[in-house]
């Protein structure tokens, strides 16, 4: 069972930066990996980035490549979000996610879900 909290999402304007943050506990805790998705107002959940928990090798979408850094802490069992020069597209619910490998190809199964934390990017 685990366990997520996220914190850091609001308003920014274009070109600006956010930094999110996704604490984790639980019996099962570490997972192999965290991670994050966003979800913008009609459209799919999308994923944005995840990062191995034990070797701390990221992997990010395209759309966020050369913006967007994840990183975490083990002592402290939270994963963040740096976000820089932000843009109107990037508008959206974000969610941290936690999950083991498995799955068809080896990837991660994220089968933890925080709340989620509005991040508004403006003009």
């Known amino acids: 069972q685990v366990q997520l909290v996220e914190s850091g999402g609001g308003l920014v304007q274009a070109g600006g930066s956010l930094r999110l943050s996704c604490a984790g506990s639980?019996?099962?805790?570490?997972?192999?990996?965290m991670g994050w998705f966003r979800q913008a107002p009609g459209k799919d959940r999308e994923f944005v980035a995840h990062?191995?928990?034990?070797?701390?090798?990221?992997y990010y979408a395209n759309s966020v490549k050369g913006r967007f850094i994840i990183s975490r802490d083990t002592a402290k069992n939270t994963a963040y979000l740096q976000m820089n020069n932000l843009k109107p597209e990037d508008t959206a619910v974000y969610y941290c996610?936690?999950?083991?490998?498995?799955?068809?190809?080896?990837?991660?199964?994220?089968?933890?879900w925080g709340q989620g934390t509005q991040v508004t990017v403006s003009s």
């Open positions: 990062i191995g928990w034990s070797n701390g090798r990221p």
């Open positions: 996610v936690a999950g083991d490998r498995g799955g068809e190809r080896g990837g991660y199964e994220f089968d933890y």
């Open positions: 639980g019996h099962t805790f570490p997972s192999d990996a």
